[in-house]
């Protein structure tokens, strides 16, 4: 029988399912459609907010300690989480798709989004490193005529604002692709070619002025990155940087392509399409999971389950138009209030964050979902991990990566040592 | 013209969140600028689509190939492929429907008229004046793989012929053959009840008629009712008996569990009854693995087998159980593919305008047959389309899995598609 069924393709289902596989358990990947990877920025981010202030926090690992004990980081501890972004880092190094941050000094870089505000982070992908505002040699942000969601004056506009120096311009769009409307993943692709780098590298050396640095919407190669980053730096001959885009995001596919294949290699199966509907349990021991097919349910069996569904905007839970929301695999309570008026403070950018973020399933200090606060476990054989979790507000705390890659990684070390013992 | 109806989809179009995930896993739109994706033809352009609109926004839903990979990624479970099928029945219930398409959706009259002379079917179609007379008459792509007729008959007959040796038993399992096992590869017909009879099961092969899934491919949703009907009604019985309707072509099993009954509001008893007994045949054969049922007499079969898995087949959501299963035999080393589609996507392929987007599209899994080819005598592949595209891509033999499980249990010859 398999040992571990992993419930959830994101970030925290991967990372708990390469843990696994690689302390040598057998392991499966199921999940509804692809992860949510997709739409992040492909960044880590730890811990860039502690709710209600207002300032970025330095050391993000050091601050954990200011967190409710409740909170996902406090019941895995910070040491865990250093040591599984440690691990996450030699993953996507082997993978061709290295992560840097300045983890010496384990300080926050300040990254520019896609309108030019400034993200906290802890580890990003080497194309996006020489975006952080600590350094000081001013941007040029280029965009492309026709390349929907990023604008370079909006960009440079707001940087400046923010106290950087930034200027933009703009190229044509037949420097990306000879088709009339792609995507960024499709433009990526297309620049895996060598030679249209040579063609936009060619382009790009008339528009920089001696000293700039220079900031290009996230599309420089897809399966072949790394080299056409390189060859693209090189012919330019300036410091070169990414900027993410609106999904779909090119550097949160690759991340995606680097997890999902170290797993394909190992033999893992990533089953998508698969919602899971039902479940079954002897006393407190799950036994399977079922998923929904053409004709009939599909029972995926084995000795432990990790659950990492997503929160809302994943889709771990469901909430019904009568007001009633709820895990959707084993309909585990929630900390978030059933009643909907409580689920929103008044203000959209209220600085406590909204409670309906915060809320998730409770867990215990080695991440096994509760049937309610200072219970038991729910299941003997059940973890859970990401943002299906309760007492974080990742988008608030800018702690989702973080989270999921340390919770995935915990949770697959503990259903290990269970399986074990 | 049966008006078509949206009920089914309407709810999941709200469940999109544009996240633009199809679009960039879309192979046909990864190709092509005549297909923007499925976001902008599915869940957008469904909210410009009203009832009785007199003209419809739609050219593009036509370059959809159905192969259902937005479905497959989508996060949130929105029916794209299904609101792109019915937005093509639509404007072919509004505008009619060019010749080709009406003989590529009944390709069973089509093979059925070929199966009474097959060497002279074949003579006739398989010539360079009849290609190209095809492609600029009908439209049908000259370089497109079209199969061949059978000459040694077809399944059917040989079925009729050999009543007297089949097997008899307790247990007995309906088969469901599907047009191309019926008339261009009745082997893959005779590996499956070699496979199922060497397991113990009596296989009954009722009549049957087309699942009607080149017509739903190709917007005649009228026709492909009255197709699923004649199913309905010659094989339910079967299924509220208990014996479970197994079947080798994937797309087919599909068909008649979910796509005709999804895409056609078939909510009676009977499609419902018939959706709950088929199996896709290693569906069938994993089930009974689970259930310590499965043979596992098998021979060593010194085999490097490069599998794609089609779109069909990852429709059902079953997993993929041809490798489970074929896993179990000592000796076979899968390799499996990731590449999302052949490309040919059914009848896609074979129109004249598409074939270069199909051949496209299929480059991912040429490459990955190119890059697994060393020592590789064949490709393994559920559904027939697909393998004759494959070889078509690659010329490497492709073989169904259910005749490389019969090679296993002796029953088979690989090379010659015969039994031994």
């Not at chain 1, 997709?38 to 730890?46: L, M, P, Y």
């Not at chain 1, 993000?60 to 599984?84: C, F, K, N, T, W």
């Not at chain 1, 702690?399 to 269970?418: D, K, Q």
Request: glycine content about 10%.
């Amino acid at each position: 029988m398999l040992d571990l069924l992993v419930i959830g393709a994101g970030l925290a289902g991967l990372s708990a399912a390469i843990s696994a596989v690689e302390a040598g358990l057998t392991v499966k990947v199921v999940s509804m459609g692809l992860g949510t990877t997709h739409w992040s920025a492909g960044t880590i981010d730890v811990f860039g907010f502690i709710p209600g202030a207002t300032d970025t926090i330095g050391d993000p690992i050091e601050s954990i300690a200011q967190l409710d004990p409740s909170h996902p980081y406090r019941l895995v501890g910070p040491e865990m989480v250093e040591a599984a972004l440690h691990t996450f880092q030699r993953w996507v190094a082997d993978a061709g798709l290295p992560y840097v941050g300045a983890e010496e000094a384990r300080r926050n870089l300040r990254m520019p989004s896609p309108v030019g505000a400034l993200r906290p982070t802890l580890l990003t992908p080497t194309a996006q490193y020489m975006g952080d505002a600590a350094f000081s040699a001013p941007m040029l942000i280029v965009g492309f005529h026709g390349l929907r969601d990023f604008y370079p004056q909006l960009i440079a506009e707001n940087l400046c604002k923010q106290g950087l120096e930034a200027r933009a311009e703009f190229l044509p769009w037949e420097l990306l692709s000879d088709l009339v409307d792609r995507n960024t993943i499709q433009i990526a692709t297309g620049l895996d070619d060598p030679a249209r780098i040579r063609r936009l590298a060619d382009a790009l050396r008339g528009l920089i002025r001696p000293g700039e640095r220079l900031g290009l919407p996230a599309v420089i190669g897809l399966e072949r990155h790394c080299g056409a980053f390189a060859e693209l730096e090189s012919a330019v001959g300036t410091t070169l940087f990414e900027v993410p885009t609106l999904p779909p995001s090119v550097p949160g596919t690759r991340l995606y392509h680097a997890l999902r294949n170290r797993l394909q290699k190992a033999g893992v199966r990533i089953e998508t399409n698969m919602r899971a509907t039902d479940f079954d349990a002897s006393g407190n021991r799950i036994d399977w999971v079922s998923t929904e097919g053409s004709a009939r349910p599909l029972k995926h069996r084995a000795r432990a389950f990790v659950l990492a569904t997503g929160g809302i905007l994943g889709g771990g839970f469901q909430s019904e138009p009568g007001g009633r929301i709820s895990e959707i695999v084993f309909d585990l309570p929630l900390t978030v209030a059933q009643d909907r008026t409580q689920w929103f403070h008044p203000e959209f950018f209220d600085p406590r964050g909204q409670p309906v973020f915060r809320g998730g399933v409770a867990v215990d200090a080695r991440l096994q979902p509760l049937i309610s606060v200072g219970a038991s476990p729910a299941y003997e054989n059940l973890w859970a991990a990401g943002s299906v979790l309760a007492g974080a507000d990742p988008i608030l705390e800018r702690s989702l990566e973080g989270i999921a890659v340390s919770t995935g990684i915990a949770a697959a070390h503990r259903a290990g040592s269970w399986l074990a013992g | 013209m049966f008006p078509i109806s949206w009920e089914s989809v309407d709810h999941s179009l709200d469940e999109c969140i544009k996240c633009n995930i199809c679009t960039t896993y879309c192979p046909v739109s990864a190709v092509t600028d005549l297909f923007p994706g499925p976001k902008y033809v599915g869940p957008q352009a469904q909210r410009f689509r009203e009832a009785g609109q007199p003209v419809s926004p739609d050219i593009s839903v036509d370059y959809c190939s159905g192969c259902r990979v937005c479905n497959d990624v989508c996060p949130t479970g929105v029916k794209i492929a299904e609101i792109n099928a019915r937005a093509r029945a639509q404007i072919v219930a509004q505008k009619g429907l060019p010749l080709r398409n009406r003989m590529l959706g009944r390709n069973d009259l089509v093979a059925g008229l070929g199966s009474i002379a097959p060497n002279l079917a074949n003579l006739a179609l398989h010539n360079g004046f009849s290609r190209f007379m095809a492609e600029k008459v009908v439209g049908i792509a000259r370089g497109a793989p079209l199969p061949r007729w059978n000459p040694s008959g077809t399944f059917g007959a040989w079925m009729r012929r050999t009543r007297s040796r089949r097997l008899k038993s307790q247990e007995k399992v309906v088969f469901f053959h599907g047009c191309a096992t019926m008339h261009y590869e009745p082997f893959v017909g005779k590996a499956a009840v070699a496979v199922l009879e060497h397991n113990g099961f009596e296989v009954i092969v009722p009549p049957q008629n087309c699942c009607g899934l080149p017509l739903l491919s190709n917007g005649e949703f009228d026709a492909a009712r009255s197709y699923h009907r004649g199913n309905v009604a010659r094989l339910a019985g079967f299924a509220r008996a208990g014996f479970p309707i197994v079947g080798t072509s994937t797309s087919c099993t599909l068909t008649l569990k979910e796509e005709a009954p999804e895409l056609l509001d078939m909510v009676d008893k009977g499609s419902q009854t018939l959706r709950a007994g088929v199996w896709d045949i290693f569906e069938f054969l994993r089930d009974l693995a689970d259930r310590g049922r499965l043979r596992t007499d098998f021979q060593r079969l010194e085999l490097r087998l490069p599998y794609h898995a089609p779109c069909q087949q990852r429709a059902h959501r079953v997993g993929k159980p041809a490798i489970d299963i074929l896993s179990l035999v000592p000796g076979i080393q899968i390799d499996e593919s990731h590449a999302r589609c052949c490309g040919i996507a059914g009848t896609y392929g074979y129109k004249a305008e598409k074939y270069a987007i199909a051949m496209a599209v299929g480059e991912e899994l040429f490459r990955f047959v190119r890059e697994h080819s060393e020592g590789v005598q064949f490709t393994a592949c559920d559904s027939e389309t697909c393998r004759w595209q494959l070889e078509h891509g690659t010329a490497v033999p492709s073989r169904h899995p259910i005749e490389v499980l019969a090679a296993a249990y002796g029953l088979y010859d690989l090379e010659s598609r015969k039994l031994t």
